[in-house]
């Protein structure tokens, strides 16, 4: 299962990558904690990173910055927190969330491995040392996907307060460059409503 849903990340990501391995076992994870993916914005993904295993979970979990149900919070740790929120027409309670930290090393290289891996850093891309990148990669992403959980990850089950449910704002014209810019962003500065680029630019020339 882990291999077909790591092939349908690939597909999206472009690749496949040790960080996009460890964001379908994230994503495995949440699929079965809440019983599939979202429909809609009933489940809710907290990343507190930007890596490729973000888009596994986009593609996988059915979280997505487009729908307003993922929330980047830019603290660079490999922490992801899925918070399970009511469905529209449907009973029951919310706020079961279950929080996942990667605490998974990978196996120990031979100083050769990491002197072919340092040539690569350097810009060599010779056959030698694309294949031995290749037996590296290939190498991490089997013993993700072979790993326990708890080899993995450490895992807390919790309750959370679901965030808001994604809203949509009017956009209004920036007064300084002109173009539409969501209204809740605007700033103000001597009456004038100026998107955020615009605003720190006028008040660095005050």
């Given at each position: ?69 993922l ?7 490999q ?43 350097n ?14 990669r ?9 790993a ?59």
């Open positions: 299962m882990d291999t077909k849903l790591l092939k349908k990340a690939a597909e999206f990501h472009g690749h496949t990558c040790p960080g996009l391995a460890l964001g379908v076992r994230v994503s495995a994870l949440a699929l079965k904690e809440f019983s599939g993916r979202a429909r809609d914005e009933e489940l809710v993904a907290i990343v507190e990173n930007d890596s490729c295993a973000v888009d596994a979970i986009q593609v996988l979990t059915g979280c997505s910055f487009g729908k307003g149900n929330i980047f919070r830019d603290y660079g740790k922490v992801y927190t899925f918070i399970k929120r009511r469905e529209r027409g449907i009973k029951g309670l919310s706020g079961d969330a279950l929080r996942v930290s990667v605490h998974w090393k990978s196996p120990e290289e031979t100083p050769a491995e990491k002197a072919m891996w340092q040539r690569y850093m810009g060599e891309r010779t056959e030698e040392v694309l294949k031995a990148v290749h037996r590296r290939s190498g991490k992403i089997k013993a993700i996907l072979e326990s959980d708890e080899e993995l990850f450490k895992i807390k089950r919790l309750k959370m307060e679901p965030p808001c449910e994604a809203r949509i704002s009017p956009s209004v014209i920036c007064a300084e460059c002109g173009e539409k810019t969501m209204e809740t962003k605007l700033r103000v500065i001597g009456g004038r409503q100026l998107c955020q680029p615009c605003f720190e630019k006028t008040a660095c020339r005050r």
